[in-house]
């Protein structure tokens, strides 16, 4: 990989929650802004807004598997401020919404504990 876009896809994984701007990233590698976009599409097959998504969604399905974080929370913590945006970002990323994916995690780690946990009701 190319040591501009290794030095870029460092920055980002640095600070997903306030990521430098595309043009401070280009700056730092000293290109330009479309060069950049091209440069790390061509090394990684995205763009690096998109890099940036894939990152933040596979950091919010890390959160949700080991921890015990609300949706929101999970949300602010990868740097997204939009639910519905975010609950459609995450399903697209991984075939659920949120909170469907905690609770299924949150099934597996009770059943794995010896409890199971109550069931959801929708009349509540």
């Not at 990521?19 to 290109?31: C, Q």
């Not at 740097?79 to 995450?90: K, W």
């Not at 597996?108 to 929708?122: F, I, R």
Request: proline residues 4%.
């Amino acid at each position: 990989m190319d040591k501009r876009i290794k030095r870029v896809t460092e920055l980002l994984h640095l600070d997903i929650q306030k990521p430098p701007a595309l043009d401070e990233l280009a700056r730092e590698v000293n290109l330009s802004s479309s060069r950049l976009r091209h440069l790390f599409k061509t090394e990684t097959g995205l763009s690096p807004a998109q890099y940036l998504r894939a990152l933040r969604m596979e950091r919010a399905k890390e959160l949700g598997e080991g921890t015990f974080l609300r949706v929101k929370e999970i949300m602010n913590s990868v740097g997204l401020r939009n639910t519905s945006q975010f609950t459609r970002t995450f399903k697209r990323a991984h075939g659920l919404t949120p909170a469907e994916f905690l609770w299924t995690q949150r099934r597996v780690e009770a059943s794995a504990g010896g409890w199971t946990p109550v069931a959801k009701n929708d009349n509540t």
